[in-house]
């Protein structure tokens, strides 16, 4: 099994936050899964596009099992190995996580002065700071995603007409869903370090967080396409064609016949306590 960690980056300016919290967040992955192979992915959309960045690191990858990372997000060990476990042995997406703690600045300044090689420095009153009106839902495959290249393939990638904020994680989550059957969760925890969030701004579909109305709007449409979609294979093998992966070895399209018929998966339709601190001191 080889491995593969693809990160969407592309700072606005030289002295951005996420320079830092990047380059923190790599040692530790370098740390526990020492000789993978990470890969950068960017775009010059305006605005910036997670998934033709992630599209883009695809295409400078070479591992059989991928790992979508955010730059600013950190999952624990233990999760990742069995996620990577999991991953090698069915095509179905993996997320590692079900809880999302988003930090303030203050505090990812203080665990980004920490050793990178040791136990992930959150307590209890970090927690306690945390507000966060919309944490993502693990279903939506943000954050951390661990899938054989192959599944990457066979969905098209993410889709890259999605710009600015809203809708490609979760649209690309429908299309594993309904083409690689019911994600996988592990229960556990992401940490997800400081970075500004695009301002909410009113447009024809509601409140959004987005750059641009135009942009918001279509996003949303895009969305529900892929959402009116799920558990229709042909119809979603015709969306996630229209944008055909560069590179890809296999066509878009089901890999398994009966996707939703292997027995014990964790899914997103299962409902989860909140972790205790007492689980966060891990590496």
């Not at 526990?32 to 305006?46: C, K, M, Q």
């Not at 299309?175 to 229960?187: D, E, S």
């Not at 509601?206 to 641009?212: K, L, N």
């Not at 949303?220 to 015709?238: C, H, I, N, S, V």
Request: glycine content about 6%.
């Amino acid at each position: 099994m080889t491995v593969s960690i693809l990160v969407p980056f592309r700072p606005e300016r030289r002295n951005d936050v996420r320079i830092k919290h990047w380059r923190w967040i790599r040692q530790r992955w370098e740390h526990i899964l020492p000789g993978v192979e990470i890969v950068e992915g960017t775009t010059d959309s305006v605005p910036f596009s997670k998934s033709q960045a992630i599209n883009d690191a695809y295409r400078k990858s070479s591992g059989d099992i991928l790992i979508t990372a955010d730059a600013d997000t950190w999952i624990e060990r233990d999760h990742i190995l069995t996620a990577l476990d999991q991953a090698s042995a069915i095509p179905h997406a993996v997320v590692p996580w079900t809880n999302c703690y988003r930090m303030t600045r203050t505090d990812s300044t203080e665990i980004c002065n920490s050793d990178p090689a040791g136990a992930f420095p959150v307590t209890e009153e970090m927690i306690s700071r945390i507000d966060d009106d919309a944490p993502p839902s693990p279903a939506s495959l943000a954050m951390v995603v661990v899938i054989q290249r192959r599944a990457f393939e066979a969905v098209g990638g993410m889709d890259p007409r999605f710009l600015g904020w809203g809708g490609e994680d979760t649209s690309f989550g429908l299309a594993c869903w309904t083409l690689l059957g019911p994600t996988v969760l592990l229960l556990g925890n992401a940490w997800s370090l400081y970075h500004a969030r695009p301002k909410k701004h009113n447009t024809a579909r509601g409140e959004q967080r987005i750059w641009r109305d135009d942009v918001g709007d279509i996003n949303f449409d895009l969305w529900q396409r892929y959402y009116d979609a799920k558990e229709k294979p042909a119809t979603m093998t015709g969306i996630c064609g229209e944008h055909p992966l560069e590179g890809a070895a296999r066509p878009i399209g089901q890999l398994l016949d009966s996707p939703y018929m292997i027995e014990g998966l964790i899914t997103p339709d299962t409902v989860r306590e909140p972790l205790t601190v007492d689980s966060h001191i891990t590496i």
